[in-house]
């Protein structure tokens, strides 16, 4: 099955394996362009497949298997890419052809070579958190060094525009992402990566105090999606969480004690839960008496909502006037009801 849209059945990738062990397996091609995504599958005959594979972009695709549970991340480009290697190691299998996976193999490279093996464990606490802290300062520099390097050789590489997000925007440094952003070919900063960290730059002015909070839409439990404008005219809170952050979880006391004293007086609360399950969310709503609508993101913080607010950890928050602009951010502990006090009085 291929969930594509037919403006995309442009370029190809012509793919052609030979996996010990695959057998008449299938072989499955994943990847995701703009939030939508494509998949394509294959069936083997004695190990052997070939398929022609559209391509909306060059981009990171996964390649999984019906007979384990083993994948193998290579970058999916329009060209004659061929596989080959053990079913067993299927994650190991060589990839050969196109010059993005050439550079992709390279770049692994780079990284091993400089990722030093992590210091060996004493016993003694004092000393094995000062050598782990150590090293974590010495592989971070190492790997800056890698990725800037690789970026100032290949500007034109969506390699480049994944090593920057990778990096620095799965691990928030807002100020590298940026300079690195701009050393993007045009074309690349165009790319679904180079987009993704573009947007990553901007959600600090974007959720500055005072900017228009970005719209989003999603939906609850029940499928019904709800987007900011439907709260205008109240002060509302969007309050980003998950099940499984714990800070959260000690969060909701306050959020609840402040919604049922200023609820009445136009506050309300939009809770976007960051969670992969629907059981785990629901559960966790039902065990702290959330009493506000909560609607979810399963692509967690890797969703298009929490992307266009900037938010990659957990708990997040953004207190909303009833013209829609941010007026704080980040409220913690009574912080939100001192400044519930101020707007409504107490």
């Given at each position: 099955?291929?969930?594509?849209?037919?403006?995309?059945?442009?370029?190809?990738?012509?793919?052609?394996?030979?996996?010990?062990?695959?057998?008449?397996?299938?072989?499955?091609?994943?990847?995701?362009?703009?939030?939508?995504?494509?998949?394509?599958?294959?069936?083997?005959?004695?190990?052997?497949?070939?398929?022609?594979?559209?391509?909306?972009?060059?981009?990171?695709?996964?390649?999984?298997?019906?007979?384990?549970?083993?994948?193998?991340?290579?970058?999916?480009?329009?060209?004659?890419?061929?596989?080959?290697?053990?079913?067993?190691?299927?994650?190991?299998?060589?990839?050969?052809?196109?010059?993005?996976?050439?550079?992709?193999?390279?770049?692994?490279?780079?990284?091993?070579?400089?990722?030093?093996?992590?210091?060996?464990?004493?016993?003694?606490?004092?000393?094995?958190?000062?050598?782990?802290?150590?090293?974590?300062?010495?592989?971070k520099i190492l790997k800056d060094s890698v990725v800037t390097d690789f970026?100032?050789?290949?500007?034109?590489?969506?390699?480049?525009?994944?090593?920057?997000?990778?990096?620095?925007?799965?691990?928030?440094?807002?100020?590298?992402?940026?300079?690195?952003?701009?050393?993007?070919?045009?074309?690349?900063?165009?790319?679904?990566?180079?987009?993704?960290?573009?947007?990553?730059?901007?959600?600090?002015?974007?959720?500055?105090?005072?900017?228009?909070?970005?719209?989003?839409?999603?939906?609850?439990?029940?499928?019904?999606?709800?987007?900011?404008?439907?709260?205008?005219?109240?002060?509302?809170?969007?309050?980003?969480?998950?099940?499984?952050?714990?800070?959260?979880?000690?969060?909701?006391?306050?959020?609840?004690?402040?919604?049922?004293?200023?609820?009445?007086?136009?506050?309300?609360?939009?809770?976007?839960?960051?969670?992969?399950?629907?059981?785990?969310?629901?559960?966790?709503?039902?065990?702290?008496?959330?009493?506000?609508?909560?609607?979810?993101?399963?692509?967690?913080?890797?969703?298009?909502?929490?992307?266009?607010?900037?938010?990659?950890?957990?708990?997040?928050?953004?207190?909303?006037?009833?013209?829609?602009?941010?007026?704080?951010?980040?409220?913690?502990?009574?912080?939100?009801?001192?400044?519930?006090?101020?707007?409504?009085?107490?």
């Amino acid at each position: 099955m291929m969930i594509c849209s037919s403006v995309y059945a442009q370029q190809f990738a012509h793919t052609i394996g030979n996996i010990e062990d695959l057998g008449s397996g299938y072989v499955i091609f994943s990847y995701e362009i703009n939030n939508i995504l494509y998949k394509d599958s294959v069936q083997a005959r004695s190990d052997i497949f070939t398929k022609k594979v559209a391509v909306v972009e060059s981009t990171l695709c996964t390649l999984s298997n019906s007979v384990n549970q083993q994948i193998k991340i290579f970058i999916l480009e329009p060209t004659l890419i061929k596989f080959r290697g053990q079913i067993t190691k299927f994650y190991d299998l060589e990839v050969i052809g196109g010059k993005e996976s050439e550079l992709y193999a390279q770049y692994r490279q780079a990284l091993r070579l400089n990722i030093g093996k992590r210091p060996l464990l004493t016993g003694d606490e004092v000393i094995d958190k000062k050598r782990r802290t150590s090293f974590g300062a010495a592989m971070k520099i190492l790997k800056d060094s890698v990725v800037t390097d690789f970026v100032n050789r290949n500007p034109g590489s969506v390699l480049s525009a994944i090593a920057i997000y990778d990096t620095y925007v799965t691990y928030p440094d807002r100020n590298k992402a940026d300079i690195l952003y701009k050393l993007l070919s045009p074309a690349i900063q165009r790319n679904d990566y180079g987009r993704r960290i573009k947007t990553f730059v901007d959600a600090l002015g974007n959720t500055s105090h005072g900017a228009i909070a970005p719209e989003f839409s999603l939906a609850d439990q029940n499928g019904k999606f709800y987007s900011l404008t439907n709260f205008r005219g109240k002060y509302v809170l969007i309050d980003f969480w998950a099940s499984w952050c714990g800070p959260c979880r000690l969060e909701n006391p306050n959020l609840i004690k402040a919604y049922q004293k200023f609820n009445d007086k136009g506050f309300t609360i939009v809770g976007l839960s960051m969670d992969s399950s629907k059981e785990n969310w629901l559960k966790a709503v039902e065990q702290d008496k959330l009493l506000w609508l909560q609607l979810t993101d399963p692509k967690t913080t890797n969703g298009k909502t929490a992307e266009i607010y900037g938010v990659k950890s957990l708990p997040a928050n953004f207190l909303v006037d009833p013209s829609g602009k941010i007026i704080a951010r980040n409220l913690r502990g009574d912080a939100l009801g001192k400044q519930l006090s101020a707007i409504f009085g107490k």
